[in-house]
Structure formats: C-alpha cells, structure tokens
C-alpha cells in the first residue's frame, strides 16, 4: 500500500469501513478494480470535453488513456468524466451562450464525486476557459491537457490557416476572384488532421494562455495533436497531478496575480485572440484575483508581437512549435524584464526554470525582439462616449491606415439586419464608413457571437477594398483579422451609447491616443434615449433565460453574476 501522508478528500467516499464505504466500493468495483486501489491513494478525475460533434475534441478518447497512464504509474487512481463539450464549430446560437453552463458542470462534477485532483481536456475555443473557469470555483489542484492543433492545412502548394483561410476565400468568392469549386476544394486541404485550428485563433490562443498561467506543462500549447510528443505530454501530465494532490498545490497556487500578468503579455507577444480578454476576466473572477480591462491595455500597450503567425502572420502552430514554442517567446520577452519569473507553474518549477535556456530554432516564425510584427501588439482598451465601460481592437489584425480615421457610420440593428443589407447594390456605403452592428452583446444575441469582423459589401471587394473600421458589441473569431472594433460595453441591448447610433452619424477612431468617440452631442443622444425600445428577451425558461438574467457585461468576463468570487475552499482571496 501507498505511505500517504494525509487522507484525500476522496476518503470521505472509499476511506470508510461503514455501510456508505462499502456502497462506495462495491458499485465502484462493477468496472473491474481490484481491493487495493481504494487504499488511500489519489483519486484523479480526468474531465473530458470528446464529442464526435466537436471535430477540434474528437481525439481525446486516445488522449485520455495516456493521461491513465501516467496516473496508475505515479500511484494514483484515474476516473475519466464527461462533461459537455462546446464545439464552435457546430452548436448554435454561438459557443459562448454556453461556456458558463459547462463551467457550472464541471464545478459540480468536481464538488459531487470523490475526486481529489483534476486533469482538464480542452481543445475547441470554450472547452478550456469553462473547464478552467469550474475547476478554479472548486480550488482543487489542476491541470490542462490541451488538445494540439491541426497539422497546416495545404491548399495549391501554399499553407493555409483554418478559419483564417476561410475569410479570405469568402471574400474572394464574393469579389468573383476565385470559383465555387475552387472554394469547396479548399475543404478538406485546411482541416486534414485531429485537432483545433493551427492558426491564431481562441483554441491556440488559450492554449497559450493555459501554459503562460502555469496551469499546462511546457509545450503544452503549440504540440501538434497527431506528433506523438502530445502523448508523451499528456502520460507526464498523469503522473505530475498525483503529485500535486500529494504536495496539495491547488489551482489557487497557480492562478496568481502574477500569473494573469504573464498571460496578457504573452497574449500581446503572440498575437493572441481577443477572446482572451473575455476569458481571462472570467477565470480571475472565478479564483478571486482582481485582474480588470485596463490591466489589458497597461501591461501589453508596449509589448512587441513576436510571432509571425497567421492571422496577423505568415506561419502556422506547426511551424511554431517546430521553431520552439511558447518557452521561446517568454524567454524572448524576459529581456525586456516583462515577465514574472517566480510564478509557479503545475510542473512544480517557475516559468523562469522552465525557460530559462529555450531555444529559438527559427527566427522568421519566432520574431527577434529588435524586429518584431508589431512594435506595440497587445490589445487595445479603447473608451470614450460610444465605450464607456471599454471596448477592444487588435491592433497587430488592424491595418495600420485606419488606426486612426474618421467616417460615417453605416449602421445593422442586428445580425440578421446585415446579412439583409450588406450586400444590397443600393446601400449608401464607400471604404471610408464604419460599420455599425447592434444587439449581439452578451444578452443581445445571446451570447455574444463571433460575428464582429462582419463581411465587406460585396460592391466593395470587388474594387479591392479588403478592410474598413467595424464596430460592435460582438466578438470576433480569434482566425479572423481586420480593424474591427469589439466588446463594445455597455451592450446595445441593455441601453448603451451604441443603441442610440444611426445612419450618417460621425464616428472617430483613435487607437493611439485608446479613443472611440461618436460626434454626436449629449442632448441629441438623449433625446434618442427617450425613444429607444429594447429588445425583447426572446429566451423563455430554461438555462438561456437564465443566461439572459444574469449575464455580466464584456469588461468584466461575461460570467454569471452568481458563480464569480473565489467560492472555493481555502482560496486566498485578494484585497480589492
């Protein structure tokens, strides 16, 4: 038998000689264990998003076992769990809608059965942000297996990044650049493997962030989902959670202050989704660290974009692994002292130690600080009357003519209203306006959908204008690129300045100088208040209306009012 030194929590279930053990053991033993797994040792859930309706999770049956693996050869007892999967490329309306019911799962998964460590599966956008989001509000020891990313898609001799290839062919389409057949075969040439989306999209995003946190052990993000070095990293990832039940490193130790700092800049130095924004927001509200908007803005205005990958860049996560991985850019960005080496990390060592000699195998895909993408990546809080509260852009997706413009504003009171219009002969519209899309906030669409890098009209494209300023109180696909201005907070649905916006209004972008301004004047948009009507709330009954009740703005993680606040036990919980 094991010589642990402390009872688990899992012994209140299999630790007891009474009636409530025995009923514990015996319909655990159905499955075929035998008398001395129950003997005290650590009891580790594996939380597994697989679904065959989640193409970017589907391989996680195979990644599982190897996780198993790793659990049984370091003494501890592996218990696999379902928990709902959110495939952003199938559920409708939008991920999003779902991300905190899959939180409230997994937090509940975890509280209700005899499970003393966790290892996270998470591969397709929300399944990382929902399954770190539950695991922080139970404040047990954790940790992230991602899924890898696709190998690099391959159309006519060229690479090709999903969902960012997909953009560009649509507007290629729509300009009459490129056939219907050409764009159909372009299918099976950009996803030809398991795994999420190999470009700088949410999935590669969070992954990166999940390694940066210290909550996935080096490599962890950029790992292909078919290189047998993921496996290795999953069966290490087994092995390294019974420990930390053993050393009782719970996720709190991890998810630090410093943590999330290290995070927004490694966002900025990789050129990461702005998804990431609203995410990271939510897990610090879920842990109790006080991490807000502006921190965003503060901690990655002069931070460089090093990576040179799409949709800011040229290569793929492939390539990025192979020139390093995330190791290489946080090494890189210590140089300019922006990162908290002392941090600790799920491996039991700080990100210093676990970067401190990486090395950087290709310079064109990992960027030399002295000649980065973008001088000054990150993400960009803009406010002013149209964003009290905050608004965010990309800057190194941005084209750098209309960082700061003026134009008038051609205005979609919702997402149907654009798809109706765009494309309209008719519509009064030129490359120097703005498009304005309404209601798809967090209780707008509900939830928030990836719809803000609305589509040029199709009059446009055909002239070769390829990007105007968008603005919205939506999200935009982390594939995605432009100057698209999102998050726009509060929400048009709940009454914000950008309800209020109509056809031909001015409106000034400034990205410098963090501003987004409608000219119009306070007396005119209040007389426009008095009229305005706000949507009605079509969700009736269920976890939407729900949703739709207790939803919080962008600026602070569209979370569930009820779940935030550090709710786990002995979370140190900061002062604010």
Same mark, same amino acid.
């Given at each position: 038998m094991p010589d642990e030194k402390r009872k688990y929590r899992s012994a209140a279930w299999f630790g007891k000689t009474d009636k409530d053990g025995f009923?514990?053991?015996?319909?655990?033993?159905?499955?075929?264990?035998?008398?001395?797994?129950?003997?005290?040792?650590?009891?580790?859930?594996?939380?597994n998003t697989w679904s065959e309706l989640t193409p970017c999770n589907a391989h996680f049956r195979h990644i599982a076992e190897y996780v198993k693996r790793g659990?049984?050869?370091?003494?501890?007892?592996?218990?696999?769990f379902p928990v709902m999967s959110l495939g952003e490329t199938n559920i409708r309306p939008t991920a999003m809608l779902f991300r905190n019911l899959v939180s409230m799962d997994v937090e509940e998964s975890i509280r209700g059965n005899p499970i003393d460590g966790v290892v996270l599966l998470c591969g397709c956008d929300k399944t990382t942000p929902s399954?770190?989001?539950?695991?922080?509000?139970?404040?047990?020891?954790?940790?992230?297996?991602?899924?890898?990313?696709?190998?690099?898609?391959?159309?006519?001799?060229?690479?090709?990044?999903?969902?960012?290839?997909?953009?560009?062919?649509?507007?290629?389409l729509k300009a009459g650049t490129v056939s219907t057949q050409a764009y159909m075969d372009a299918e099976a040439c950009m996803s030809r493997s398991a795994g999420h989306c190999?470009?700088?999209?949410?999935?590669?995003?969070?992954?990166?962030?999940?390694?940066?946190?210290?909550?996935?052990?080096?490599?962890n993000a950029a790992i292909p989902a078919v290189d047998s070095r993921?496996?290795? =990293?999953?069966?290490? $990832? /087994?092995?390294?959670? @019974?420990?930390?039940?053993? &050393? !009782?490193?719970?996720?709190?130790?991890?998810?630090?202050?410093?943590?999330?700092?290290?995070?927004?800049?490694?966002?900025?130095a990789v050129g990461?989704?702005?998804?990431?924004?609203?995410? =990271?927001?939510?897990? $610090? /509200?879920?842990?109790? @660290?006080?991490?807000?908007? &502006? !921190?965003?803005?503060?901690?990655?205005?002069?931070?460089?974009?090093?990576?040179?990958?799409?949709?800011?860049?040229?290569?793929?996560?492939?390539?990025?692994?192979?020139?390093?991985?995330?190791?290489?850019?946080?090494?890189?960005?210590?140089?300019?002292?922006?990162?908290?080496? !002392?941090?600790?990390?799920?491996?039991g060592k700080t990100v210093w130690e676990n970067c401190h000699s990486a090395p950087n195998w290709n310079p064109e895909v990992i960027r030399p600080l002295e000649k980065p993408m973008v001088e000054h990546g990150g993400i960009a809080v803009l406010r002013g009357n149209l964003a009290p509260d905050g608004a965010v852009l990309k800057p190194s997706a941005a084209s750098p003519h209309l960082m700061q413009h003026r134009g008038r504003a051609v205005v979609f009171e919702n997402i149907e209203h654009y798809k109706g219009r765009i494309d309209n002969p008719d519509l009064d519209v030129d490359e120097n306006c703005v498009l304005v899309l309404k209601n798809c906030g967090p209780k707008g669409y509900p939830g928030m959908a990836e719809v803000g890098n609305m589509g040029l009209p199709a009059k446009l494209l055909k002239r070769g204008i390829t990007d105007m300023v968008r603005v919205s109180d939506a999200r935009m696909s982390g594939t995605a690129y432009g100057t698209v201005v999102l998050h726009v907070c509060p929400e048009a649905a709940v009454g914000g300045n950008l309800?209020?916006?109509?056809?031909?209004?001015?409106?000034?972008?400034d990205v410098e100088s963090r501003r987004l301004h409608l000219d119009v004047s306070p007396e005119k948009l209040e007389r426009r208040r008095r009229q305005w009507q706000p949507p009605v709330n079509s969700m009736k009954g269920g976890y939407q209306q729900l949703y739709v009740e207790r939803v919080m703005q962008a600026n602070t993680g569209a979370d569930l009012d009820f779940l935030t606040g550090g709710r786990g036990d002995d979370i140190p919980r900061e002062s604010h």
């Open positions: 009923v514990h053991r015996s319909w655990m033993r159905n499955q075929g264990f035998p008398d001395h797994v129950f003997d005290g040792r650590p009891v580790i859930g594996i939380c659990v049984w050869e370091a003494g501890g007892l592996p218990l696999e399954l770190v989001m539950g695991a922080a509000s139970c404040n047990v020891p954790a940790l992230v297996v991602s899924g890898g990313p696709m190998l690099n898609g391959k159309y006519h001799g060229h690479d090709i990044g999903s969902g960012t290839a997909v953009w560009r062919f649509e507007e290629e190999m470009t700088m999209g949410t999935a590669s995003t969070m992954a990166c962030m999940v390694e940066a946190l210290g909550l996935g052990l080096p490599h993921r496996y290795v =990293l999953a069966h290490t $990832a /087994g092995a390294r959670i @019974v420990d930390m039940v053993r &050393d !009782d490193v719970r996720i709190s130790r991890i998810l630090t202050r410093e943590a999330f700092e290290n995070a927004i800049v490694v966002n900025g990461g989704s702005t998804n990431a924004v609203i995410h =990271l927001l939510a897990i $610090a /509200g879920r842990i109790g @660290v006080n991490v807000t908007l &502006d !921190d965003w803005d503060s901690l990655g205005r002069n931070v460089p974009t090093l990576l040179d990958l799409m949709p800011s860049g040229r290569f793929l996560m492939e390539d990025f692994y192979y020139a390093g991985g995330l190791p290489a850019i946080i090494r890189a960005l210590d140089e300019r002292n922006l990162i908290h080496r !002392d941090a600790l990390t799920v491996n309800a209020l916006v109509q056809d031909g209004d001015v409106i000034e972008l």
